[in-house]
């Protein structure tokens, strides 16, 4: 992925059912993939906290790795000239933590100014 990251959670096909059905989340359990359940959780926690959806230039790609996940971001500019990238690894037990951290680590690396930029545009 040395040329673009794909869209947090590109590929994934998921079931999405009523939180409280505990009867149907039950029944699919055996079907959830496990590894690319955390995956997403990651991509996903990245992606809400950078507020980011379908207009904005985010991507993003986890990978897991026996008890290890992988995390990868990516935030641009609309015209491309800006790119912030970082990753990070961690172990797979918190996936939704790992997506916050490198939210965090690219907003502070300049992913913020960038995010700003586009939704002042937006405001405009």
Do not use: Y
Request: proline share 4%.
């Amino acid at each position: 992925f040395e040329v673009m990251l794909p869209a947090t959670g590109q590929g994934v096909i998921a079931i999405e059912t009523r939180d409280p059905d505990t009867q149907i989340s039950g029944l699919l359990e055996p079907i959830n993939h496990k590894e690319t359940f955390s995956e997403m959780q990651a991509e996903r926690a990245f992606l809400n906290r950078l507020e980011g959806g379908c207009q904005v230039p985010i991507g993003s790609l986890a990978k897991s790795s026996g008890d290890t996940l992988q995390l990868q971001g990516l935030v641009a500019s609309l015209d491309g000239k800006k790119i912030i990238r970082d990753w990070v690894t961690a172990s797979n037990q918190d996936p939704v933590q790992l997506g916050l951290e490198l939210a965090e680590r690219m907003l502070t690396a300049g992913a913020e100014d960038i995010l700003n930029s586009i939704r002042n545009m937006e405001d405009s």
